[in-house]
C-alpha cells in the first residue's frame, strides 16, 4: 500500500500519524510504502525522521484573516505549497492520504483533491480530527474528504456522514501499560499510597505548577496519596526549589515515556490538548483537565467540556486555578466513590483498538477489501 500521512506542529498531530504508520509497517513489512508531508521548521521535521519515516517538506502556514496583508502572504506560501504538493502526489502516486491536524495539511489534501477533479488520481482522502472543536484548516477541508475519523461519540455537526468515531490511536508504548508494582518501583513511589499524576507537557504548565505547589505546602493533598509530578524542563529547579525534601513526592522534569506514569496514576491533573484526551480515554484514567488558555480557537477548552458533559472528566479554567480550588477538587475527586464514577464514565468513549478500526478503514477506502 502507498500511502501518505500529513500532519504537524503539534504532538497531538503528529503521534497518533506515526501510530497508525507503525501499525502498517508492523503488518506489511517492505510492502507498505509510507511516508510524510510536513514543513521543515516544526516537530514533525525532527518526530517524522525519528521514527524511521521519509519527510517531504512543503511550504505551508497558518490560514490568517485578520488583514488583508497577513491574507496574501498566506495565500502566496499555500499556493507555492499546492505546488510543492503536486509534484509529492505525482511522484509518491499514493493510494490513500490520511491528514492528522496542522495547516501544513491544507495544500496537500487541496492537490490531491485537484488530481482527482482532473482524473488524473483516485487518492482516498482521510481526516484524523482529535479534538472536540475543529479547527479552521480541519473545517475547511472537511467537504473535500472522504471520511473524518475522530475521538467522541458525536462528531462536529460541520462533518455530516462523513463522521465516524473511530477512537485516536496513541503511542506504542502506551498501549499495554506494565503492572502498576511495577511502574512504582521504577519511579520510587510508595506502593500503598494513591497517585496524583500532574502533568503540563515538556515544557510544563506554570499555572497548574504553582496551584499544586501551593495545595501541597498547605496541606491540601488528601491522606493517602502521593504526587508524581512532572513540572516541564523549564520550571523544574523553580518548583523543586520551593518543594524542599520529600514533601511532594515524586518530582520530575519530564518522561520521554510516559508509561511508567501512567500506570500509577490514579488521577491526573492535566493540560486538555488532543494527545491528552487521546491517552486519558484510551487508558480509561480520570482527570482534572485546565484548559490552556491561548490554545488556537480555544480547543482545549471544547476538549475538556465534553468529557465533563459526560461525567467522564472535571475541567477548571486556568484563571481560576489556584491552591485553595485545586485542594477542593482534590478533596472531593479523590475519595474512591468519586474515582470509580469517573472511571465508568470514560470507559463509554473508549473504543476497543482505534489502530485496527483506521486501518480497517484504509482497507475499505482503497479496495483492498469491504467496509465494516
Given at each position: 500500500?502507498?500511502?501518505?500521512?500529513?500532519?504537524?506542529?503539534?504532538?497531538?498531530?503528529?503521534?497518533?500519524?506515526?501510530?497508525?504508520?507503525?501499525?502498517?509497517?508492523?503488518?506489511?513489512?517492505?510492502?507498505?510504502?509510507?511516508?510524510?508531508?510536513?514543513?521543515?521548521?516544526?516537530?514533525?521535521?525532527?518526530?517524522?525522521?525519528?521514527?524511521?519515516?521519509?519527510?517531504?517538506?512543503?511550504?505551508?502556514?497558518?490560514?490568517?484573516?485578520?488583514?488583508?496583508?497577513?491574507?496574501?502572504?498566506?495565500?502566496?506560501?499555500?499556493g507555492w505549497g499546492v505546488l510543492q504538493a503536486l509534484g509529492v502526489l505525482l511522484r509518491e502516486r499514493p493510494e490513500m492520504i490520511v491528514a492528522t491536524g496542522g495547516y501544513v495539511c491544507f495544500?496537500?489534501?487541496?492537490?490531491?483533491?485537484?488530481?482527482?477533479?482532473?482524473?488524473?488520481?483516485?487518492?482516498?482522502?482521510?481526516?484524523?480530527?482529535?479534538?472536540?472543536?475543529p479547527g479552521l484548516t480541519n473545517r475547511l477541508l472537511a467537504p473535500f474528504v472522504d471520511e473524518v475519523w475522530g475521538a467522541l461519540p458525536q462528531g462536529d455537526p460541520r462533518f455530516g456522514s462523513?463522521?465516524?468515531?473511530?477512537?485516536?490511536?496513541?503511542?506504542?508504548?502506551?498501549?499495554?501499560?506494565?503492572?502498576?508494582?511495577?511502574?512504582?518501583?521504577?519511579?520510587?513511589?510508595?506502593?500503598?499510597?494513591?497517585?496524583?499524576?500532574?502533568?503540563?507537557?515538556?515544557?510544563?504548565?506554570?499555572?497548574?505548577?504553582?496551584?499544586?505547589?501551593?495545595?501541597?505546602?498547605?496541606?491540601?493533598?488528601?491522606?493517602?496519596?502521593?504526587?508524581?509530578?512532572?513540572?516541564?524542563?523549564?520550571?523544574?529547579?523553580?518548583?523543586?526549589?520551593?518543594?524542599?525534601?520529600?514533601?511532594?513526592?515524586?518530582?520530575?522534569?519530564?518522561?520521554?515515556?510516559?508509561?511508567?506514569?501512567f500506570a500509577a496514576a490514579d488521577l491526573v491533573l492535566a493540560r486538555a490538548g488532543a494527545s491528552t484526551l487521546a491517552e486519558l480515554i484510551a487508558l480509561g484514567l480520570p482527570a482534572i483537565l485546565?484548559?490552556?488558555?491561548?490554545?488556537?480557537?480555544?480547543?482545549?477548552?471544547?476538549?475538556?467540556?465534553?468529557?465533563?458533559?459526560?461525567?467522564?472528566?472535571?475541567?477548571?479554567?486556568?484563571?481560576?486555578?489556584?491552591?485553595?480550588?485545586?485542594?477542593?477538587?482534590?478533596?472531593?475527586?479523590?475519595?474512591?466513590?468519586?474515582?470509580?464514577?469517573?472511571?465508568?464514565?470514560?470507559?463509554?468513549?473508549?473504543?476497543?483498538?482505534?489502530?485496527?478500526?483506521?486501518?480497517?478503514?484504509?482497507?475499505?477506502?482503497?479496495?483492498?477489501?469491504?467496509?465494516?
Amino acid at each position: 500500500m502507498r500511502i501518505l500521512f500529513a500532519g504537524g506542529g503539534t504532538g497531538g498531530h503528529l503521534y497518533p500519524a506515526i501510530a497508525i504508520a507503525d501499525a502498517l509497517r508492523e503488518r506489511d513489512g517492505s510492502a507498505a510504502r509510507i511516508s510524510f508531508v510536513g514543513t521543515a521548521d516544526r516537530l514533525e521535521a525532527r518526530l517524522v525522521p525519528q521514527a524511521g519515516y521519509h519527510l517531504h517538506r512543503i511550504t505551508a502556514q497558518p490560514l490568517r484573516r485578520e488583514q488583508l496583508f497577513a491574507l496574501l502572504g498566506t495565500s502566496i506560501a499555500n499556493g507555492w505549497g499546492v505546488l510543492q504538493a503536486l509534484g509529492v502526489l505525482l511522484r509518491e502516486r499514493p493510494e490513500m492520504i490520511v491528514a492528522t491536524g496542522g495547516y501544513v495539511c491544507f495544500p496537500l489534501v487541496v492537490a490531491a483533491r485537484g488530481l482527482r477533479a482532473l482524473a488524473l488520481s483516485r487518492t482516498k482522502i482521510a481526516l484524523l480530527e482529535p479534538n472536540a472543536h475543529p479547527g479552521l484548516t480541519n473545517r475547511l477541508l472537511a467537504p473535500f474528504v472522504d471520511e473524518v475519523w475522530g475521538a467522541l461519540p458525536q462528531g462536529d455537526p460541520r462533518f455530516g456522514s462523513r463522521y465516524l468515531c473511530t477512537g485516536v490511536p496513541i503511542r506504542a508504548a502506551l498501549r499495554a501499560l506494565p503492572p502498576r508494582a511495577e511502574a512504582i518501583e521504577r519511579l520510587g513511589l510508595d506502593p500503598q499510597r494513591r497517585t496524583l499524576l500532574a502533568m503540563g507537557g515538556s515544557q510544563g504548565a506554570r499555572s497548574l505548577n504553582d496551584a499544586l505547589v501551593g495545595a501541597i505546602v498547605e496541606g491540601g493533598l488528601p491522606a493517602g496519596w502521593q504526587v508524581l509530578h512532572l513540572t516541564g524542563e523549564r520550571e523544574y529547579e523553580r518548583v523543586r526549589s520551593r518543594l524542599p525534601g520529600t514533601q511532594g513526592g515524586g518530582i520530575r522534569p519530564y518522561l520521554d515515556d510516559p508509561a511508567d506514569a501512567f500506570a500509577a496514576a490514579d488521577l491526573v491533573l492535566a493540560r486538555a490538548g488532543a494527545s491528552t484526551l487521546a491517552e486519558l480515554i484510551a487508558l480509561g484514567l480520570p482527570a482534572i483537565l485546565v484548559p490552556y488558555p491561548h490554545a488556537a480557537e480555544d480547543h482545549q477548552s471544547a476538549n475538556a467540556r465534553a468529557l465533563e458533559e459526560a461525567g467522564a472528566a472535571v475541567a477548571i479554567a486556568d484563571e481560576r486555578l489556584d491552591a485553595e480550588s485545586l485542594g477542593a477538587l482534590l478533596a472531593k475527586l479523590c475519595e474512591p466513590a468519586a474515582l470509580a464514577q469517573l472511571r465508568a464514565a470514560i470507559a463509554t468513549f473508549r473504543t476497543p483498538d482505534p489502530t485496527a478500526v483506521i486501518l480497517a478503514r484504509i482497507a475499505a477506502l482503497v479496495g483492498r477489501n469491504t467496509p465494516t
